[in-house]
């Protein structure tokens, strides 16, 4: 995994909501490379001068013996930490290969959204695989889910979210090569957009890198910090050639300094819900393929949307859901998508 932090990379310009080319974000005055959080004598940006005692996004019960104080301190800084190599390799492949049966009707999707790429909207005789970039809320499918409750990666997640974990948005990426319109892109957003639940510091991503991910396949990108700032307006960038359905944006983030995580296969990103983040286009001629998780604290609160800047996303979500015949309001849809993975409501569904 290296990381790479830049004015203007290859992707740069195409990011984000109407930016030409050639107008780059603030550049940052240091270079980096190495892994954050890991290997702090080299990824090193936000060194304090005393180390930090009085942690807020993380939990020093569940912290202890997994996440070092380096580590504490670099995701509250930055609201993201890499850890390298976590997933095994059998695992990824196994989640490769039901993805693919799940898009080519080898098995039934059950309750599991399988969604369409923009570009391919109306063409005929395409692999399945290259018509759906996405799946989504599959922590009860007997593959898939081996993912969302796999120990070693909920042993990281209860330092954000406490131990009583709850699965909460599932989703495998198949980022599709780009046709040329951009529209393989995903748009600068906070992932709290989505969720009418918190508190937002015990919810937290997990990002797998199904394969090497970097600028030319449409990597994750973060804005360090943002973590730090509040729920901004989202909405559907005005992208010449469209928008895939739910990809809303923030207008004007693409000015913020960005780092570009580049990964190898298993590494896997944890981060905060504020933080802005997006991927490039993938121009490489190969699908991108990532895996992920949300988890939350099991004790979540539902919050009303309505008459804040989510209201549009949830309107939307319960109208997708309704023209699938399932009629329910934007929490009980979290609900219903979500399950207790550890603690102490997973043991009393056993
Ligand atoms: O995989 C991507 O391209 C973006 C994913 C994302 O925004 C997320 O996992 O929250
Ligand atoms: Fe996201």
Known sequence: MSVSLEAKSKIGYSFGFGV???????????????????????????????????FRFTLDETSTGKLTTRQREFYEENGFLVIP???????????????????????????????????????????????????????????LSKYVCLPELLDYVQCFTGKDIRAVHSMLINKPPDVGTKTSRHPLHQDLHYFPFRPADRIVAAWTAMEHIDDNNGCLVVQPGTHKGVLEQHDYPDWEAGVNKMYHGIRGAENNPRVHLHMEKGDTVFFHPLIIHGSGANVSNNFRKAISCHYSTSDIEYIDVKGTSQENIAKEVEDIAARKGVVMDFVDLWEFRSRDVRGKKAESHL
């Not at 050639?22 to 550049?27: E, V």
């Not at 954050?36 to 005393?50: E, L, M, Q, W």
């Not at 063409?123 to 695989?129: A, I, R, T, V, Y």
């Open 20 to 54: 030409q080319q050639g107008i780059s974000s603030p550049k940052h005055a240091y270079k980096f490379g190495g892994v954050p959080g890991t290997a702090p004598h080299i990824y090193n940006p936000v060194r304090s001068s005393k180390p930090k005692t009085n």
């Open 85 to 143: 190599n976590l997933i095994p390799d059998n695992l990824i492949d196994e989640s490769r290969q039901r993805f693919l049966d799940l898009v080519n009707r080898k098995v039934d999707a059950g309750s599991i959204l399988l969604m369409k790429d923009l570009s391919l909207k109306d063409k005929k005789g395409l692999p399945n695989e290259r018509i759906y970039n996405k799946i989504q809320d599959f922590v009860w499918d007997e593959v």
